[in-house]
């Protein structure tokens, strides 16, 4: 297969996204199933904390003290007060048993943040292969990420240790020299570190295609180095070729991040990244490897246009989540109770810091740019919804935490506004469309928790059902969310103020 077959390959495949882009929505959900952890480290630090009559003395040094930001004006004797006051609180809340209880829960969030990110990219790479192969992705997703993952985890472990040597090698050959002589020292480093650095090249281009031969080859992890190896050694040219497809694409996203992030819009990098960019290159080099063991064929373009293609998505992305609101009524209730307790555990909470750390909607909306906003409002949201509902496969605990940490902070931002009213009336105009369309997504998680818990020993076919719907009404809760947006840009922040 040539390149530009490749390339095309995986635009085709791009073109079909309900059986592929399920697998790469597993990306932005991992940190929601992450923040579990700390979440629940918090919750047990705060119990014991409350029965252990730490919380009550912690509340009164925050009612008695000034935690506003340090002084700007430079007297050192203010800001020695200032460390004081923090200093006191924190010796307050921070005890050997609170500091355990967090890094436990830190460690464990690392752990599990790693399995995970290995478990997607198994899950991902399948979908990719069968895609290629004209077989069903949301299957392939479900068994490629329970058959691949450990392969693929010793895999990224061997490149990491393969990283550590080298840098930790150059590193200890120019110390050894700058003891000897500065002179010395700078001189090794001019040589050291460019060998280094094409042997960090060189270690990444191989590593590139040995997790796309555990799953082609059905390979283990030594195994799947030797053919990633040996893909780059027999095809040179396929591989420099989608390594510069790489490096262009990873420059565009760069760029196009440096761009927003000046116009506020930073949130649809991501969402590129994990709709277009991600996809793409993994379906470019598993049509490349999968070419050279004869075991792909280009998919067939789709007859219809482009455009009525994403017309008829739309459209079906709105009546599946038509569908889904109306056979699921308990669990739209249910999550909307999530979000509800945590708006009133985040109002009680926050409380304390009502007067020494207010916050303000009119201050937040200093410089507001409607375009911007409206962008960065509908693409973060979106976000969130696609990784509450993708989050929920693992056993629905982690949308429902997510619906309950972000009503946490919903319900303390409440608290500490300076104007109620104001923030009210900002919020009113978007809020009912853009909090339905979150209930909804936070339904969407508890909903594949469910399934996943019934299918986890049986046919993965109605899971992979299931996926796909979830794609849809991801899909229809987008275009919610991107109304809300452009209402949150351009009339929320406005069309109050004349009466206020």
């Given at each position: 297969m040539k390149p530009s077959t490749a390339i095309r390959a995986a635009a085709v495949a791009l073109q079909r996204p309900s059986e592929l882009l399920p697998a790469y929505f597993l990306a932005p959900a991992i940190p929601v199933v992450v923040r579990v952890f700390p979440v629940v480290g918090l919750a047990v630090t705060y119990l014991y904390l409350s029965t252990t009559g730490r919380l009550a003395d912690l509340r009164t040094a925050l009612s008695n003290t000034d935690l506003g930001p340090p002084p700007q004006n430079g007297d050192p004797a203010a800001l020695e007060v200032w460390m004081a006051d923090?200093?006191?609180?924190?010796?307050?809340?921070?005890?050997?048993t609170t500091l355990a209880v967090l890094g436990v829960s830190l460690l464990l969030a690392v752990v599990v943040a790693v399995a995970l990110s290995v478990v997607a990219t198994a899950a991902q790479l399948s979908a990719s292969y069968a895609r290629l192969r004209d077989e069903r992705g949301t299957v392939a997703t479900i068994r490629g990420g329970k058959r691949h993952w450990l392969s693929v985890l010793a895999v990224r472990l061997f490149e990491a240790v393969l990283w550590a040597v080298i840098i930790g090698s150059a590193a200890g050959a120019v110390a050894a020299g700058v003891s000897a002589s500065p002179l010395l020292g700078g001189l090794l480093a001019l040589v050291v570190v460019p060998v280094a650095l094409l042997a960090l090249v060189a270690v990444r281009a191989v590593f590139a295609f040995a997790p796309v031969a555990v799953v082609v080859d059905d390979a283990g992890p030594l195994d799947a180095i030797r053919g990633g190896w040996g893909f780059v050694r027999s095809n040179p040219v396929a591989a420099l070729v989608y390594y510069g497809v790489a490096v262009a694409s990873l420059f565009v996203l760069g760029s196009l991040a440096g761009v927003l992030a000046v116009l506020g819009g930073a949130p649809l990098v991501g969402v590129v990244g994990f709709t277009v960019v991600s996809p793409f290159l993994d379906v470019t080099k598993t049509a490349l490897y999968g070419d050279a063991r004869g075991s792909v064929a280009p998919p067939a373009a789709p007859e219809m246009p482009l455009a009525a293609q994403l017309k008829s998505g739309l459209r079906r992305g709105w009546s599946e989540t038509v569908g889904f609101v109306r056979s699921a009524p308990l669990l739209h209730v249910a999550s909307l109770g999530f979000a509800l307790v945590g708006g009133v555990v985040g109002w009680t909470l926050a409380a304390p810091l009502a007067e020494t750390v207010p916050s303000s909607i009119a201050a937040r909306l200093e410089g507001h740019n409607p375009i911007s906003a409206a962008v960065e409002f509908g693409a973060n949201n979106w976000t969130v919804a696609v990784s509450t509902g993708f989050a929920g496969l693992a056993l629905a605990v982690p949308a429902a935490v997510s619906l309950w940490f972000n009503g946490v902070v919903l319900g303390?931002?409440?608290?500490?506004?300076?104007?109620?009213?104001?923030?009210?009336a900002f919020v009113v105009p978007h809020g009912v469309i853009e909090i339905p369309a979150l209930v909804i997504a936070g339904a969407l998680g508890l909903h594949l928790g469910v399934v996943g818990w019934r299918t986890r020993f049986g046919p993965q076919s109605p899971l992979a059902d299931e996926l796909e719907?979830?794609?849809?009404?991801?899909?229809?809760?987008?275009?919610?969310?991107a109304v809300a947006g452009l209402i949150e840009g351009f009339v929320s922040p406005y069309y109050y103020r004349p009466f206020l």
């Open positions: 923090v200093q006191s609180i924190l010796e307050i809340a921070m005890t050997p303390a931002i409440a608290r500490t506004e300076t104007t109620p009213l104001e923030l009210l719907r979830a794609f849809w009404v991801c899909v229809g809760v987008g275009i919610l969310l």
